[in-house]
């Protein structure tokens, strides 16, 4: 099997209450994926501040045992955004709703250290490494990859694919399911940057740069979840790494059925990352991503046109396919 070198660039923020801990089940899905090579882990903010998701990634890997993976940390701020606003909610919801990540067992001290090399760094070398062959998944803002990009612009046609979770082909989910005061749409229109809307500018580069570049859409994540009995199967492996994802994904899970009405957690940045393993689970049309649109915060900036630049954007996931696989895997001893 030829396996897929990935660099996965991700915003962390498993064990922080109140925070999506799907990054971290992504770094989880690929270590436990036989078609993935995992170069190395790159980290972001948006979610969560780069300095954390560093930690939390490298704490992942500690408990996996796979401290030879190395994980490089990125810029903590965007290009121009301020995202002050961000973080002041964030940290809002951690501390209103921290009760409900009161059984969570201490997290472990993390003693493994994070790459010599900053994110952007690390990215060059590593494409320059493996020329023509590496996939960056980036599961955030795209911050790193666009000062790659700026500071050695020779690596563009050297990278083989982008692959995104973020995008919208029409107005953004949050406008048409809103459940709760919690997700109020003014929240998310303009308090709440993550992924694309994180670091625009950055994003406009990285997608126009000519790489091949998949946007997987929050709409196509929406039926795939982690649910309570997910987590029972995965705390039913018995070792400190899997007690460990279930430990702080129970009350995770538990927020979105009481609070958001939802049957479980989406699965964002898993199933963005499944595309490395089946590309069957999606299905993914050609469509004219438009910068003028997307920088001014129009919608829809993802649509059918025959005018460049051209990005594969997904419509549909097999939610309940994707949702066997996940499973299937993160209950898998590691070997």
């Known amino acids: 099997m030829e396996r897929v070198k990935i660099i996965l660039d991700v915003d962390t923020a498993t064990g922080i209450p109140c925070r999506d801990v799907d990054d971290g089940l992504a770094i989880a899905l690929a270590l436990a994926s036989p078609e993935i090579e995992l170069l190395g882990i790159t980290t972001c903010a948006g979610n969560c501040r780069t300095h954390e998701s560093t930690e939390n990634s490298l704490r992942i890997l500690e408990l996996a045992g796979r401290e030879d993976i190395p994980v490089a940390e990125g810029r903590e701020l965007p290009f121009l955004q301020d995202v002050t606003a961000n973080f002041d909610f964030l940290d809002g919801w951690t501390r209103d709703y921290a ?3 009161a059984d969570v067992p201490p997290l472990l001290k993390v003693t493994a250290k994070k790459s010599k ?23 955030g803002s795209h911050t790193n990859l666009a000062l790659a990009l700026l500071v050695d612009p020779e690596i563009t046609p050297l990278i083989k694919e982008v692959i995104h979770m973020g995008g919208d082909t029409g107005q953004p989910w949050w406008t048409k399911s809103i459940t709760s005061e919690i997700d109020d749409p003014d929240i998310w229109q303009y308090i709440i940057k993550m992924n694309q809307t994180y670091d625009p500018e950055a994003t406009a580069i990285v997608a126009t740069s000519g790489i091949p570049f998949t946007f997987v859409t929050s709409q196509s994540c929406m039926s795939s ?28 899970v538990q927020w979105q059925l009481s609070y958001r009405g939802r049957e479980g957690a989406v699965m964002w940045d898993p199933l963005t990352l499944a595309m490395c393993i089946d590309r069957t689970l999606f299905n993914c049309v050609s469509m004219r991503f438009d910068t003028e649109r997307f920088l001014g915060g129009d919608h829809p900036y993802l649509y059918p046109n025959v005018d460049t630049p051209q990005v594969q954007v997904t419509m549909t996931a097999d939610g309940d396919r994707y949702e066997k696989l996940m499973i299937e895997r993160l209950t898998r001893p590691l070997s």
């Open 99 to 101: 009760f409900l990540w």
């Open 117 to 139: 090399s900053p994110a952007h760094e690390f990215i060059i070398k590593t494409v320059r490494e493996n020329p023509g062959e590496v996939t960056i998944v980036n599961e």
């Open 225 to 252: 979840l982690l649910r309570m009995e997910h987590v029972d199967a995965i705390k039913g492996v018995g070792t400190p790494y899997h007690d460990f994802l279930a430990d702080t994904a129970r009350p995770w």
